[in-house]
C-alpha cells in the first residue's frame, strides 16, 4: 500500500486531499495552527517557516509526498528544494500542487501542459522556481499539477463571496478575464486518479470550457443567495485576456473531465 504525506493537510485544498485518499492508502498529513488536528495521530505538528521537514520524514518514510503548503515564498523555496533532493534520494515519488499563475504573462490564449512558463507575478514566479526543480527529477518519480480557482462549499473564495454580500461589500471581478475552475471534489479524484495509475508528469486540472471571470462569480452569486451581490468591475485591459489551463499532452478520461456548469453543481449539491 502506498503510504502518502501530505504537507500541509489541513489547509483547504491539503485537507480536501486527506479525505478523499486516506480510506484507499497510509495516509499522514501535516498541520501548523489548526488545534483540531492535535489528536489525531496521523498528523504532525510543523511549521515549514521555522524547522525542517526531516524528523517527519524519517518516522513516516513516504513513497508519495504531496505539497499543499502556504506562508512565506522564500522558506517554501528551500522547503521544496530540501523535498526535491530527499525525493531524488530515497526514490520515492513528489506531486507538486502548482497554479495558472506560472502563464500569467501569455495573455492571449489558454495554455497547454507543455508551453512555456512566464510570470510576471511574484506567486508566479515562486511556482515556476519550484516547478523547475521538481521537472529535473527522474521522470518517473513526480507530478506537477497545475490549479486553476478551486471551489466548495467551504472553500476560501465562496466563503469571501457570501461575507461580501452579507456585509454588502463591493466583490472584485474582473470582466476581461478568461479562466477556468475546478470543484474540490472533482480535483480530489482526479489526484487518486494519477496516483492509482502511476502516472507521471505535468497534468492541467481544470474545468474543460473556459467563463469570463465576472460571468462565474455572478452564477456563483446568484446560487448563493437571493440577495443581492455588488460587483467591482475591475478592467487592467480592453481586450479578453487568458488565465486558463487546457489539457492536451496529458489528457485524462472522460470521467475525469468536467464543465464549468457542473464545477456549480458540484459546490451547491453539497451545500
Avoid at 6 to 33: H, Q
Avoid at 117 to 140: A, D, H, Q, Y
Avoid at 160 to 177: R, T
Wanted: glycine content about 4%; charged content about 25%; some cysteine.
Amino acid at each position: 500500500m502506498n503510504k502518502i504525506l501530505i504537507f500541509g493537510a489541513s489547509g483547504y485544498l491539503g485537507n480536501i486531499l486527506y479525505r478523499e485518499l486516506a480510506p484507499y492508502f497510509d495516509v499522514y498529513g501535516t498541520y501548523f495552527s489548526n488545534e483540531k488536528f492535535k489528536n489525531n495521530q496521523r498528523f504532525f505538528n510543523y511549521h515549514f517557516e521555522t524547522e525542517g521537514p526531516e524528523k517527519i520524514l524519517k518516522k513516516v518514510r513516504p513513497n508519495i509526498i504531496i505539497c499543499s503548503l502556504r506562508g512565506n515564498f522564500e522558506d517554501q523555496i528551500d522547503f521544496h528544494l530540501y523535498i526535491a533532493d530527499y525525493t531524488q534520494e530515497q526514490k520515492c515519488k513528489l506531486i507538486f500542487l502548482s497554479s495558472a499563475n506560472v502563464f500569467d504573462v501569455f495573455t492571449n490564449y489558454p495554455s497547454y501542459e507543455f508551453d512555456k512558463t512566464l510570470s510576471e507575478s511574484i506567486f508566479g514566479r515562486l511556482k515556476i522556481k519550484i516547478e523547475n526543480r521538481v521537472m529535473k527529477l527522474p521522470k518517473k518519480q513526480w507530478i506537477i499539477a497545475r490549479i486553476p480557482m478551486v471551489f466548495g462549499p467551504n472553500s476560501p473564495r465562496i466563503k469571501e463571496l457570501k461575507l461580501h454580500i452579507d456585509q454588502k461589500i463591493p466583490f472584485e471581478v474582473f470582466p476581461k478575464l478568461i479562466v477556468n475552475v475546478m470543484s474540490d471534489s472533482m480535483l480530489s479524484r482526479q489526484i487518486h486518479y494519477l496516483i492509482n495509475r502511476k502516472k507521471t508528469g505535468i497534468f492541467h486540472l481544470g474545468s474543460k470550457d473556459l467563463i469570463h471571470h465576472d460571468e462565474f462569480f455572478s452564477l456563483l452569486a446568484n446560487e448563493l443567495t437571493d440577495k443581492p451581490a455588488i460587483f467591482k468591475q475591475v478592467y487592467t485591459t480592453n481586450h479578453d485576456r487568458y488565465l486558463a489551463l487546457l489539457q492536451r499532452d496529458n489528457k485524462l478520461p472522460k470521467y475525469l473531465q468536467i464543465s464549468n456548469s457542473k464545477v456549480l453543481e458540484d459546490i451547491f449539491l453539497k451545500t
